[in-house]
């Protein structure tokens, strides 16, 4: 069994980063003195499962964590700055911040360093969340330990849930555009006088009108998704808030 840390300090760690094409010393004062920070720490940057669900929601509920008092998510694995910095680039996570304990030394003194070798991974960390104020540990979610890269509670909801017990999270929204296009400029208005959050997939960048048929029947724009239900286009969207 994993201990938890709560209630002791993180331990004290430089980490080697790459900024600007430089190097950067950060400090565990740096990240964690005088703030309220989230912490997520994976086995590896590029794996499916961190890279499919646990990092990106966490990036998606950035603004809702920062309402509630969180100054700071950072994201840990044991993966240099090189890699790390890489795989933000490629989530487009710019709400994370990123810290490559390359030398496992964070990890390590968090007592959650794990054998992976079957893997090909060499020592790499358990998957597990924390809320950490100035520098203190306050609450841990580790996952369970059992066979396999078990993702039950480390999760972004889980922690929200911690954080603002109170707060119910909003569906999540998709909704595909193409520039120039009026009706999506109308769809984008009525989410936002809503207050509502969505993510926004452009025809011709992100996807072509194949995607949009495939996943809606249709190839006029906007085609709006909300909790994985089709919602249509501007009108419906309109409709369905009506």
């Given at each position: 069994?994993?201990?938890?840390?709560?209630?002791?300090?993180?331990?004290?760690?430089?980490?080697a980063?790459?900024?600007?094409?430089?190097?950067?010393?950060?400090?565990?004062?740096?990240?964690?003195?005088n703030?309220?920070?989230?912490?997520?720490?994976?086995?590896?940057?590029?794996?499916?499962?961190?890279?499919?669900?646990?990092?990106?929601?966490?990036?998606e509920?950035?603004?809702?964590?920062?309402?509630?008092?969180?100054?700071?998510?950072?994201?840990?694995?044991?993966?240099?700055t090189?890699?790390?910095?890489?795989?933000?680039?490629?989530?487009?996570?710019?709400?994370?911040t990123?810290?490559?304990?390359?030398?496992?030394e964070?990890?390590?003194?968090?007592?959650?360093?794990?054998?992976?070798?079957?893997?090909?991974?060499?020592?790499?960390?358990?998957r597990?969340?924390?809320?950490?104020?100035?520098?203190?540990?306050?609450?841990?979610?580790?996952?369970?330990?059992?066979?396999?890269?078990?993702?039950?509670?480390?999760?972004?909801?889980?922690?929200?849930?911690?954080?603002?017990?109170?707060?119910?999270?909003?569906?999540?929204?998709?909704?595909?555009?193409?520039?120039?296009?009026?009706?999506?400029?109308?769809?984008?208005?009525?989410?936002?006088?809503?207050?509502?959050?969505?993510?926004?997939?452009?025809?011709?960048?992100?996807?072509?009108?194949?995607?949009?048929?495939?996943?809606?029947?249709?190839?006029?724009?906007?085609?709006?998704?909300?909790?994985?239900?089709?919602?249509g286009?501007?009108?419906?969207?309109?409709?369905y808030?009506?």
């Open positions: 069994m994993f201990a938890s840390k709560e209630g002791q300090a993180v331990p004290q760690v430089t980490f980063t790459r900024q600007n094409d430089e190097w950067v010393n950060v400090t565990t004062d740096d990240l964690f003195k703030k309220t920070v989230v912490v997520f720490s994976l086995p590896g940057a590029f794996t499916p499962t961190c890279s499919s669900a646990h990092l990106p929601r966490y990036n509920l950035y603004s809702v964590f920062k309402a509630h008092g969180i100054d700071e998510i950072l994201c840990v694995s044991v993966n240099d090189f890699v790390m910095n890489a795989w933000k680039d490629n989530q487009e996570a710019e709400n994370i990123f810290v490559p304990d390359g030398n496992a964070f990890t390590d003194g968090m007592g959650m360093l794990v054998d992976k070798k079957d893997l090909g991974f060499g020592k790499r960390s358990w597990y969340s924390m809320l950490v104020k100035d520098g203190v540990v306050e609450k841990m979610f580790i996952e369970p330990d059992e066979p396999g890269d078990p993702f039950k509670v480390s999760d972004a909801d889980t922690m929200l849930k911690y954080v603002a017990p109170d707060y119910k999270t909003q569906e999540s929204i998709t909704m595909f555009t193409k520039p120039g296009c009026p009706f999506c400029a109308k769809a984008k208005h009525l989410l936002a006088d809503k207050g509502l959050q969505f993510e926004e997939v452009v025809l011709g960048k992100d996807a072509t009108t194949v995607s949009l048929r495939a996943v809606s029947g249709r190839v006029t724009t906007p085609q709006v998704f909300i909790g994985g239900k089709h919602i286009g501007s009108d419906d969207l309109e409709a808030f009506a």
